[in-house]
């Protein structure tokens, strides 16, 4: 992990799902995130906004970039959060990935132990990397 702070881009996928469902599933994990110790949370930007559009920039619909001080048990926190709010309201085929420092981490419909199984050798794995 670098020595300033860690992001963790978090996409989500929830297939024959309108983009105001995405939209919505996204913001609830935000909502969810903002109660651990991150620095920010933003979605990424695509680019500018169509011309004659109001908005600014164009938004990643079903992403999120979260900001956390250089923490392995930060990181932690929000990859089992993401993890939590997979399982809770989980339909089939909603998936979710996490990349962090060019690892990435896939959550599905895995068990509860498969998933945690999986949580805990990614995060291992970039506490290898310091």
């Keep these: ?69 250089n923490s392995i048990p930060v990181v932690t926190s929000v990859v089992s959060a993401v993890r939590s709010w997979l399982q809770r309201g989980s339909s089939p085929g909603r998936s979710l990935k996490v990349t962090v420092e060019g690892r990435t981490l896939e959550l599905s419909a895995a068990t509860a132990a498969q998933q945690q199984q999986i949580v805990d050798e990614f995060v291992r794995s970039l506490g290898a990397g310091t």
Excluded: C, Y
């Design 1 to 69: 992990m670098n020595s300033v702070g860690t992001e963790l881009k978090i996409e989500l996928f929830e297939p024959d799902a309108d983009p105001e469902t995405v939209d919505q599933l996204t913001r609830n994990l935000r909502n969810e995130l903002l109660d651990l110790d991150v620095d920010s949370i933003t979605q990424p930007v695509l680019g500018p906004a169509p011309e004659g559009s109001k908005g600014l920039e164009l938004m990643a619909i079903g992403a999120l970039l979260v900001q956390v001080k």
